[in-house]
């Protein structure tokens, strides 16, 4: 059975940090892309940040660009989100999701229809 689990959420000051991190079991984590996406009251879900299976390339939504970084560890099956230069914009649910990609450098994917499996997320609240 597939399970990701998310951690590290929780209320932050405007301009604070948070290192979100994803679990990983079932799943033969190193033959997925992963991916951060995120879900405010009111709003559709959308793209955060992505990973390629080798973690060499990385895609980010322009509005996270420079202030957020995402990184995977596949000895640890683990995925993290450090966000950095929080605003209030940015709070929102943030789920985690893996896409299954043939090549170990393909990109991983901004649209979440090509992911196939998701975590139940974890809240991230930005207090300005």
């Known amino acids: 059975q597939v399970q990701l689990v998310e951690s590290g959420g929780g209320l932050v000051q405007d301009g604070g940090s948070l290192r979100l991190s994803c679990a990983a079991s079932?799943?033969?984590?190193?033959?997925?892309?992963m991916g951060w996406f995120r879900q405010a009251p009111g709003k559709e879900r959308e793209f955060v940040a992505g990973?390629?299976?080798?973690?060499?390339?990385?895609d980010y939504a322009d509005s996270v660009k420079g202030r957020f970084t995402i990184s995977r560890d596949n000895a640890k099956n683990t995925v993290s989100l450090q966000m950095n230069s929080l605003k209030p914009e940015d709070t929102a649910v943030y789920y985690c999701a893996a896409n299954r990609r043939l090549y170990y450098n393909d990109g991983p994917g901004t649209a979440d229809a090509l992911y196939d499996y998701w975590g139940q997320g974890t809240q991230v609240t930005v207090s300005s």
């Open positions: 079932g799943v033969a984590f190193s033959s997925y892309a």
């Open positions: 990973i390629s299976r080798n973690g060499g390339r990385t």
